[in-house]
């Protein structure tokens, strides 16, 4: 199938059209597959984007029966009992494939749609989700939705949202309300509708594994297996479970991210809502909307709630520019920054905490207030104990050290997020390079290795103290997937569209521009017009 892509402008500033070619995939089944022994080479770049793309390289994979042995297999002899007799299979070996399909992904392959890359995603899950426990009907999207999957780097890309509100009927709708903001629910939407137009995403995939293989890695999944000279991770985070209650996670104890997938709580009950971050005061907004006798305390840590630290200074701390400079700067002094900084990405926003506290106002007018709600700052729980068909929850107080104790018919805690490590990662990464505990990634968001690889892994969504809070949140989503394209490609095909600095931080005298990270990449695709 070819497809030809118009409006790149050469170097010359004459306008190009690419034609290339996608390569049917032809994957391998995990019964016929087998390793053959390999020489470790140097990971190259696939052609340039001019003209033609190059046809996709085969492999050639040759079974030879229970009497073979796999060399990057640490149980060779369990995987040889299921291989059939003499048997070639052709595999092609694709550029990149991604592992997950969430918000990160999706936008690395709606980017890679208009390069030459031969591309791949696989994800577990039969559809896309992101978050579908927390999609309360009030919920509000806490970036620009202009910080969608592409805009910030090709804004002339089909994949953007305001082309999806054009072609929605919306756009005209969406300028003429009072803010620029969006509900989570639309952005949901809108992901869904690029995952519909991509026809790279693979679901109901499971990747079961990934080891090095001659020039690449070899991807086994549930049900087949694919080879790649490159892996982008984007698996996503998993809940945050206190330690005590890892054992009780049931109907009635169950974390934020299963809200709506659980019972709402009835009006007979005291919910405890553990958590004074964005997730939490959203559950709280939706109680408090449902049902007026619930009675409802909230515990949290934090000695108030702190609203999102949003103005538009603070935001330049989400550029390209500043996460270069951060990139480069000591470990410790990042994670001085990163925890400064946390609640530029970490807070209640200051249109939901208003709302609050008018509506706990209103019923404390009406007198529906008292002895129904309470909320406790500065507060840790310490234990949650069974106690006649309710749970006893252990409390210390930060201030004072001293311990109290609640009964509760249920508990959610809204208690963040954490990255995702799955087992095939952490075998991977016992050959990278570390510091204080943490894989030392490059600007381009790759491991480095301290051995020889057969080719890069690039991690989202797992660089807070490596990369900035950015890392975490949507805000540099397709700025980090337009540096992953250039890695990749082995040159800048992504333009830095960055703008000019508000905020001008002095590089030592024995910095160059370039490790200042103020030096902005050529490249050969532009925007039509621009100079």
Not at 310 to 338: C, G, K, M, W
């Amino acid at each position: 199938m070819s497809r030809e892509i118009t409006g790149w402008v050469g170097e010359d500033g004459r306008r190009r059209t690419l034609v290339f070619t996608r390569m049917r995939l032809l994957p391998v089944s995990t019964d016929v597959m087998q390793d053959a022994a390999f020489a470790d080479g140097p990971f190259t770049p696939p052609p340039a984007a001019t003209g033609q793309a190059a046809a996709a390289s085969q492999v050639t994979q040759t079974c030879f029966g229970n009497a073979a042995k796999d060399p990057d297999s640490t149980d060779a002899s369990a995987k040889d009992k299921n291989l059939h007799e003499l048997k070639e299979t052709p595999v092609e070996m694709l550029d990149v494939i991604g592992i997950g399909i969430g918000p990160f992904n999706l936008s690395l392959a709606a980017l890679i749609e208009p390069t030459p890359l031969r591309a791949l995603f696989l994800d577990k899950r039969d559809a896309l989700f992101w978050h579908p426990g927390l999609a309360l009907p009030n919920s509000r999207l806490q970036v620009s939705p202009l910080k969608d999957c592409v805009t910030l780097v090709d804004p002339t890309s089909p994949y953007s949202f305001l082309n999806y509100l054009a072609l929605h009927g919306r756009l005209y709708g969406f300028v003429n309300k009072r803010n620029a903001s969006t509900s989570r629910q639309e952005f949901i939407e809108y992901y869904r509708w690029v995952a519909g137009r991509l026809n790279t995403l693979r679901f109901s995939e499971d990747v079961t594994d990934v080891v090095p293989f001659r020039g690449g890695y070899r991807i086994s999944t549930n049900t087949t297996t694919y080879l790649a000279r490159a892996v982008v991770l984007g698996v996503g985070v998993e809940p945050k479970i206190p330690p005590c209650a890892r054992s009780l996670l049931c109907d009635t104890v169950y974390h934020a991210a299963d809200y709506l997938e659980r019972q709402l709580p009835n009006a007979a009950e005291h919910v405890l809502v553990v958590g004074g971050g964005q997730s939490g005061a959203e559950i709280i907004e939706d109680i408090l909307t449902r049902s007026v006798p619930t009675q409802i305390t909230w515990a949290t840590s934090r000695s108030n709630l702190f609203s999102m630290d949003d103005n538009s200074f603070v935001n330049e701390a989400y550029t390209p520019a500043y996460s270069r400079r951060f990139h480069a700067l000591p470990l410790q002094q990042r994670r001085d920054i990163v925890e400064g900084e946390m609640l530029t990405s970490d807070g209640i926003s200051v249109d939901l905490c208003n709302r609050l506290y008018e509506m706990l106002y209103e019923r404390s007018v009406d007198g529906t207030l008292a002895g129904r709600f309470r909320l406790l700052s500065s507060v840790v729980v310490k234990d949650i104990r069974s106690h006649e068909k309710r749970w006893r929850v252990d409390l210390d107080e930060n201030a004072t050290r001293r311990n109290s104790c609640i009964l509760v018919d249920r508990i959610v805690l809204a208690t963040g997020f954490q990255p995702r490590t799955p087992p095939f990662l952490e075998t991977l990464l016992e050959g990278a390079c570390m510091e204080d505990g943490l894989p030392v990634l490059g600007p381009d968001y790759a491991v480095r290795f301290g051995r020889h690889m057969p080719g890069p892994l690039y991690l989202q969504n797992q660089s807070r103290v490596q990369h900035g809070l950015q890392s975490a949140n949507l805000s540099l989503v397709a700025y980090r997937n337009s540096q992953i394209i250039n890695s990749l490609l082995g040159r800048p095909f992504y333009l830095n569209t960055s703008d000019r600095e508000m905020i001008q931080v002095c590089a030592p005298p024995d910095t160059s521009e370039r490790e200042a990270g103020v030096v902005a990449l050529r490249s050969t695709r532009q925007v039509s017009g621009s100079a």
